[in-house]
């Protein structure tokens, strides 16, 4: 399981054997490059909407809860994606901005939003926002950090694109989890499935982000997850891991499960899934971090 990747000063786990900056930049163009070309068309269901803009809200909640402003809020999503975040800010009078390698996903998706994206080399542009005095109240990295070849250095970039009471919020897979050893020790799957070479490079746990934002002087304010679905590997007859088929209904079970908790109640949905991340469950971990003062 582990012969892929070595253990950090941190307690998170990388690439054993890294791509170089040169390869990961051609293989992330020709990766937009296929994307801008072809012809397929992501397509949502309502539920799936929905789950996507229900994680959204949860987000909104728990910023509103740590932060307090009387000005018009600015946001910038790092690595916007389809730009539902954008969409979402934008409808509650944020101003926002986001930066990714390509507005394709957004033009297709949201593309009323892509006037408020910076596409290209996501990194040249946060080094122009470091230098510029722009501010932000809230940034997001949205799946993005275990992306990136040098996280610490990545981490470093962002201080001086917040105001003093902003907010950073990271959200990554939750890899190298305990309930993932113990899918491998019991032999419910036959491989770290969550290694994905070269897309991933760094892999986090909750107590590999913290001790990482922690030594570069970040303050977690609150953690949060999503529901569990690793879950279903322990049950043969879902195990989308052992076999692919079974990934389509597990995820859309998923999707209605973190609906009707919102519909319960989104408080008590955060405080649920804050009580699973502190477990070290969930298929993603999401940290929110301000300036350790």
């Excluded at 809230?138 to 105001?163: A, T, Y």
């Amino acid at each position: 399981m582990y012969s892929q990747v070595k253990k950090t000063k941190y307690g998170y786990y990388e690439l054993k054997n890294k791509p170089s900056p040169e390869e990961l930049s051609e293989y992330y163009a020709e990766k937009y490059f296929q994307e801008s070309k072809g012809a397929f068309q992501k397509a949502y269901s309502e539920a799936e909407i929905r789950f996507i803009k229900n994680k959204i809200a949860r987000k909104s909640i728990i910023i509103q809860d740590n932060i307090s402003t009387n000005r018009r809020k600015k946001f910038l999503d790092i690595g916007c994606g389809e730009g539902w975040a954008l969409a979402y800010f934008h409808s509650k009078g944020w101003e926002v901005k986001g930066l990714d390698f390509s507005k394709y996903g957004c033009e297709s998706i949201n593309p009323d939003m892509a006037l408020f994206i910076e596409s290209g080399d996501v990194y040249d542009h946060i080094m122009k926002l470091t230098d510029s005095p722009e501010k932000f109240d809230v940034i997001l990295l949205d799946n993005v950090l275990e992306h990136v070849l040098e996280p610490e250095e990545f981490i470093q970039s962002l201080p001086n694109m917040l105001n003093s009471d902003g907010i950073l919020i990271i959200e990554v897979p939750n890899d190298f989890s305990i309930l993932q050893k113990f899918l491998y020790e019991q032999q419910k799957i036959d491989r770290a499935f969550w290694v994905a070479i070269p897309d991933h490079i760094s892999y986090f746990n909750a107590n590999g982000l913290k001790s990482l934002m922690q030594a570069n002087g970040w303050e977690l304010i609150h953690l949060n997850t999503d529901y569990p679905l690793d879950l279903n590997l322990v049950n043969p007859d879902t195990n989308y891991v052992m076999d692919k088929t079974k990934g389509k209904k597990v995820h859309l079970a998923r999707v209605e499960i973190e609906n009707l908790l919102d519909d319960i109640n989104p408080e008590l949905a955060i405080k649920l899934l804050s009580v699973y991340a502190e477990m070290g469950l969930g298929r993603n971990i999401t940290g929110y971090f301000k300036r350790a003062k």
